[in-house]
């Protein structure tokens, strides 16, 4: 069985936040091949879950405002997404921070605009294999 998983982006400029073996969650981002991360994140199936519910909320939200939402409430968060709405969709402005240290290099990158009826089915699928 494939582990949990969600992927947003393009093949130019992505985000994937994975579950490794279990308990293990990695965070992988590519821009252009030019600046990639990949590291490993200490987070619960539980965190992991409650982002996607949180996701999910605020993309269902009639406003469509901007949001912002991270995988873990603590210092300690590898992954904060911003979302501008843009048209039908979300463009996403991700904050990554390896091992939520701060004392490591930030990576900041911008996703284009993705549809919100795409969105709302990558975080569904996500929670649905989470929760299964």
């Known amino acids: 069985m494939e582990e949990p998983r969600i992927r947003l982006g393009s093949d130019d400029v992505w985000l994937e936040l994975a579950r490794n073996d279990g308990e293990s969650w990695q965070v992988t981002a590519d821009w252009c ?52 709405p843009v048209g039908d969709g979300f463009a996403f402005f991700v904050r990554l921070t390896p091992n939520g240290d701060d004392d490591v290099c930030h990576l900041q990158m911008e996703i284009d605009p993705i549809a919100t009826s795409e969105l709302c089915e990558a975080f569904r699928a996500l929670h649905a294999a989470l929760v299964a």
């Open 33 to 84: 091949s030019w600046l990639t991360a990949d590291f490993a994140a200490d987070l619960s199936v539980a965190e992991v879950v409650d982002f996607a519910v949180r996701m999910l909320s605020h993309l269902r939200a009639p406003s469509g405002g901007r949001f912002s939402a991270a995988v873990t409430p603590g210092r300690n968060n590898p992954l904060r997404l911003t979302a501008e």
